[in-house]
């Protein structure tokens, strides 16, 4: 059975500036929707693979979508930590990092997440 984890990502102040200027531009371009800013993401492991999927909302509507989804074979993974204040390390083989950050009610599958590969 997949385990099936909800996080997201810390957001920069430069990022969130970053988003705002876009909106403008587009706003003036005759877009008024703009594109929200989006840090949630859905982590699932499978038998075979973990699923990074990023989640976010479509112009005009309020509906969530996936936005991106990235796929790591279980082999690609080097490591995926868990460290205080709920966050989650996942270090690639090519030794990239991704942080993310779960709540609290979440713990328990990311403990979940973290024994399927500190048990190999």
Do not use: C, H, W
């Not at 989650?88 to 990092?97: L, N």
């Amino acid at each position: 059975m997949p385990i099936v984890l909800k996080v997201y990502q810390e957001v920069s102040n430069k990022q969130v500036i970053a988003n705002a200027i876009s909106n403008a531009v587009s706003y003036l371009l005759s877009d008024p929707s703009g594109d929200r800013l989006s840090n949630d993401y859905v982590l699932t492991l499978t038998e075979e693979e973990l699923l990074i999927e990023q989640i976010g909302y479509s112009k005009g509507s309020p509906e969530p979508e996936i936005k991106e989804m990235k796929r790591l074979k279980r082999s690609q993974i080097r490591s995926l930590k868990l460290e205080e204040d709920n966050k989650i390390v996942i270090e690639e083989e090519d030794q990239k990092e991704m942080v993310f950050f779960y709540e609290a009610p979440q713990k328990e599958f990311a403990q979940q997440l973290s024994g399927e590969f500190t048990n190999k």
